[in-house]
């Protein structure tokens, strides 16, 4: 069936020490390469080995997206309009006692304003009473002499020239 082979096959214990008597060369931690290092093989034998470091794993990485306009923008603005606000309140505070006496002149003129509309027509009907001399003459009064006046006034167009008529009666 099989013919006899020229050499003896053998299978090997799994480890087998070197014998006492040979000489290995003996390697400092010092003198091995970059990228070879002791490792244990699956039978127990440690030795040196090329070694591979294991990769990271890939985390996706999102896709970077570019800042909308309006962020830029806002983003740009707002040191312009913080130190305007700034600007605006120390305006303010040097101008608040020029507003406060104002504001009092502002008070004190609608006062007077007030006042005036009070007062006109009493004044009014003091110096009508004094004028004509009677105590009691209101507007029921019949008194003294009066003068109708009428006015006639014509024009053509929006910017036409006016004519009119006063006549005394």
Known sequence: MHEPTAYEITTPHPYTPPPATAHRPVILPAEIPPGVDWVTLPNGVRTLAYTHP?????VPVPAA??????AKTTALLAPTVGTGIAAAGIGLSYAAPGLIAMSHALWSA???LIATVIAAPILLRTARKAVTGTPNSGAGSTTGATTHITQ????TGLFGKANGTINHH
Do not use: G, K, M
Request: proline share 17%; no cysteine.
């Open 54 to 58: 294991t990769p990271a794993p890939q």
């Open 152 to 155: 006639n006034i014509t024009a």
């Open 65 to 70: 997206q570019s800042i909308p306009a309006w």
């Open 110 to 112: 609608a006062a007077l």
